[in-house]
């Protein structure tokens, strides 16, 4: 059983993310503040209002289709596959043979923001037939689905809360510890913490934490947009303006990101340095007062003093900027009073793919911030909302970079923090 | 481990029952609460009988919680909050005020409904295969029940605010292990000293088309060909064809017996040991050798400090689906050799359905009851075992027994599996 005071590392990365097909990728676009969301396309839509998203493109999702294993893949959603062939390059990344571990020693994580099952494309066969036998009714369309074949026969597999951690644990042949979650940065949040529990108490050697999904679902879509939450995209991937006087709304996206974590002295046993240390995760929840200017700084101030860090021993934050201009005020004045006037890097990296769910894509950018010692400018901010906050703009800085707070806030109200920092910081 | 955990309240609501305590007395006089769901039956679903919650009920709750400020929620969200504040009312807690406390709560994926589903088909193109979105959102202007505003997380959500559980919150959602795995996360961030306090339950609301369908064309709904609704699931029994599907919700407070040795709480039960894992075998299937449930049930036994020996009775993951009884009932003999059929078995699920996530929670809290009153529960409608199923001991009627250790299992598609270790307050 692990010391409870054991260091977790992540120690690999991987991830597909609209035109990402690495981190590598990511940060090379977010140094060109250069972004991958594009017109919207969709075999099951027909929409002129919902114009632009972070799409996985054809090629991208061909290649996750490959990375998993054949007998599995009519089981498993498009975003499970996504998470598969992050998954693939996380531990590639992390020079980790799960072969070398004993299965019942390699925790599985998930973390899924997945709307997209069931829907409508489920169904379309049963209910193409009701409208051409000009018989649209439920009775009709039960009929199609029980005796004609009318749905996907595996949409109970597929539409459960668990598809992507059941066919993870079959592609890598996990039967250890595990965990499996549903909802934006919720989900995310609780997959990192039972991981680091799962590897601090000794339940497990290895975790792996995958995070999955898309906003491309019709009544999600449709429900955001009804929320005025998306922007109109009038200027195509120029549309989300993180932190910008112009932000009309978010541009959603999809895609996956996976971390592998293990004990310190696990990666050192494996001599390998890590790309960061966990220092700390917390979040707050505001659900009935979203618009409250204190939940998402609180859980900030919270989360730094329950891991015994100081404000001033952050060298960069990477914040939310959701692209819509009442969600933006608020973030910045949470951060304004979270800063107190102190001079600390804020970037955020939503403009380059879009508003991802549960995709950690904060923690990803925090990542590479770490390994090259830069902050990346924030992505079509040209005028800033806040002038007491030190928003990275126009340029990348070259700065040392040992510790990173990433702030997130979701659409309902909840807020959450990691701190992240070199494996060799103290 | 660091600390014993007790659990100091309960609350349910589930099928017909508004607490644990009536449900537990329902089971015991065998009375079942799976009914045909008229609704379901005259959209078309041939297999309509479930242990449902009548719209009225969750008309009341949403008047309650409305009063009480909170938006239109979804039904497992109405569940929730009512079975939550019920139990930490009985644990007669102000969680407000505890500062080391977390929330686990599991749910499934909520569904799209039948009127959701021919509202879009209504703007489908059959010759393009496509839906025509923004006819859709015109017509839908005014709606304000759709899927996103159905998260997972929302009774989560709600929960955290109204309690102000601001650090550990987790929603898992692992299928049909999810109930029995919340409670068990809950037990092990107190047991290894990270909290003090833990509202732990599930929630589920199935009973309604889109679940229906979807477990009825996998096959594992069982077929209902003019039986009474309330015969139907019959667990380990030679007839069982398949579950039924059931809605409900259950919490537990879990505190550290020290936490709640000093504010003088009564304490209701252990629990005591807890393992959850994958099998990494197959998506729809587990081993029919029993092997990886009976490595989970090892493994929670180890984990509370017992020994096969110690344990009284199994509350069986049971679903009454040919597949899942046999492989349950090869665990249980592989684990427990010769004394299998000296352990009683019972299944609660032929009396209220399989709520998926919160069959779980809600099975752990009837066991604390059991443990309480020294009772076994029947499983309704078992009469005779198969090849396989033959030499568990099934329990057929409430029983008074002398009960220290109960093993709860849930087993979730996907092959994930929990299995939980309750036990009794010393006399």
């Known amino acids: 059983m692990a010391n409870a005071s054991t260091d977790i590392f992540i120690t690999g990365t991987g991830c597909l993310l609209p035109g990402c097909n690495n981190p590598a990728d990511l940060w090379q676009r977010l140094l060109e503040k250069k972004c991958a969301t594009v017109p919207y396309t969709s075999e099951d839509i027909t929409t002129q209002i919902i114009s632009w998203f972070g799409h996985i493109s054809p090629d991208q999702a061909a290649t996750a289709l490959a990375a998993v294993p054949f007998k599995l893949r009519r089981y498993a959603t498009p975003a499970s596959q996504w998470g598969i062939k992050a998954t693939v390059d996380a531990l590639t990344n992390a020079q980790l043979d799960l072969a070398c571990i004993a299965p019942e020693r390699i925790g599985l994580f998930t973390a899924q923001g997945d709307y997209s099952y069931p829907s409508l ?88 934490v995958i995070c999955t999904g898309t906003y491309n679902e019709a009544l999600t879509l449709t429900e955001l947009y009804q929320q005025n939450l998306l922007s109109p995209a009038k200027q195509g991937a120029a549309s989300q303006r993180p932190f910008d006087q112009q932000a009309d709304g978010s541009i959603l996206g999809e895609g996956a990101i996976a971390l592998i974590l293990e004990t310190r002295a696990h990666a050192q046993k494996r001599n390998v340095a890590g790309l960061a240390k966990i220092d700390g995760i917390g979040n707050k929840t505001a659900f009935l007062t979203v618009d409250q200017h204190n939940n998402y700084h609180h859980c900030a101030q919270k989360l730094l003093q329950k891991a015994g860090l100081e404000l001033d021993s952050v060298d960069a934050i990477v914040a939310t900027g959701a692209g819509g201009k009442k969600a933006d005020q608020q973030e910045v004045v949470q951060l304004e009073q979270l800063l107190n006037g102190k001079d600390i890097p804020v970037t955020c990296a939503s403009a380059i793919t879009g508003n991802l769910p549960a995709c950690p894509l904060d923690m990803l950018t925090a990542l590479q911030m770490l390994q090259h010692q830069k902050i990346p400018a924030i992505a079509n901010l040209t005028n800033p909302i806040g002038h007491q906050l030190h928003l990275v703009q126009k340029e990348s800085l070259t700065q040392p970079v040992q510790r990173v707070l990433t702030l997130n806030r979701c659409y309902t109200g909840f807020n959450s923090a990691v701190v992240l920092s070199s494996p060799s910081y103290q | 481990m660091a600390n014993k955990v007790v659990v100091t309240g309960i609350g349910l609501i589930c099928g017909q029952a508004m607490s644990a305590n009536e449900l537990f007395e329902r089971i015991s006089q065998c009375q079942s609460s799976v009914r045909k769901n008229e609704k379901l039956a005259a959209y078309g679903v041939t297999n309509s009988a479930c242990s449902f919650i009548d719209e009225q009920v969750l008309a009341a709750l949403d008047v309650q919680c409305r009063e009480q400020g909170l938006p239109q929620l979804s039904a497992p ?51 393009t295969g496509k839906v025509d979105l923004d006819m859709f959102m015109e017509m839908q202007r005014h709606e304000k029940q759709s899927y996103f505003h159905k998260r997972q997380d929302m009774a989560a959500l709600v929960l955290a605010e109204r309690y102000e559980f601001d650090d550990v919150v987790m929603t898992p959602g692992d299928a049909c292990a999810a109930g029995g795995i919340a409670v068990g996360t809950g037990y092990r961030y107190i047991a290894q000293g990270e909290l003090d306090v833990a509202l732990v339950g599930a929630t589920e609301a199935m009973c309604n088309y889109m679940p229906m369908l979807s477990f009825s064309i996998l096959g594992a709904l069982a077929p209902q060909s003019g039986e009474h609704p309330a015969s139907i699931s019959c667990p380990f029994d030679k007839a069982r064809s398949g579950f039924v599907m059931g809605d409900g919700s259950a919490f537990l407070m879990l505190e550290s017996e020290q936490h709640a040795q000093a504010r003088g709480a009564k304490i209701l039960g252990y629990v005591s ?44 993951h049971g679903t009454s689906t040919e597949q899942n009884d046999s492989c349950e009932s090869a665990a249980i003999k592989k684990l427990f050799g010769e004394r299998t059929v000296s352990i009683p078995v019972t299944s609660n699920k032929s009396a209220i359905g399989h709520s998926l996530a919160a069959s779980g929670a809600i099975e752990a809290a009837l066991s604390i009851i059991s443990l309480q009153q020294q009772l076994l529960l029947p499983t309704l409608n078992f009469c005779e075992g198969d090849e396989d199923t033959a030499g568990i001991n099934v329990v057929q009627q409430a029983t008074p027994s002398k009960i220290k250790h109960i093993l709860s299992n849930s087993f979730g598609f996907g092959g994930e599996n929990s299995v939980l270790i309750l036990s009794a307050v010393a006399e």
Request: glycine share 8%; aromatic share 8%.
């Open chain 2, 273 to 316: 040991g807890f393992a959850k894992q994958t099998e990494s075998w197959r998506i729809t299937s587990s081993p029919k050798d029993g092997s990886d449930y009976a490595r989970c049930m090892s493994d929670a036994i180890a984990d509370a400090g017992l020994s096969i020996n110690d344990i009284d009775h199994i509350n069986a």
């Open chain 2, 77 to 127: 969200a109405l569940l929730a909050i009512y079975a939550a504040a019920q139990a930490i009312e009985n644990a007669d807690i102000d969680v407000k005020s505890i500062e080391r406390k977390g929330l686990f709560l599991a749910c499934n994926k909520q569904s799209l409904e039948a009127e959701h589903l021919l509202g879009l088909a209504k703007h489908f193109d059959p010759t």
């Open chain 1, 121 to 208: 494309p489920s169904f379309t066969a049963g209910v193409g037939k009701a409208i051409e036998q000009n018989n649209l009714n439920l009775p009709a369309l039960t009929n199609e689905f029980l005796n004609n074949r009318g749905m996907d026969a595996f949409l109970s597999i597929k539409g459960l809360s668990n598809n992507s951690l059941a066919i993870a644990s079959l592609a890598f042949g996990t039967r250890g510890d595990c965990g499996a979650y549903v909802q934006n940065k919720s989900a995310t949040i609780a997959a990192l913490r039972s991981a680091v529990m799962s590897l601090r108490y000794g339940y497990s050697d290895v975790a792996l």
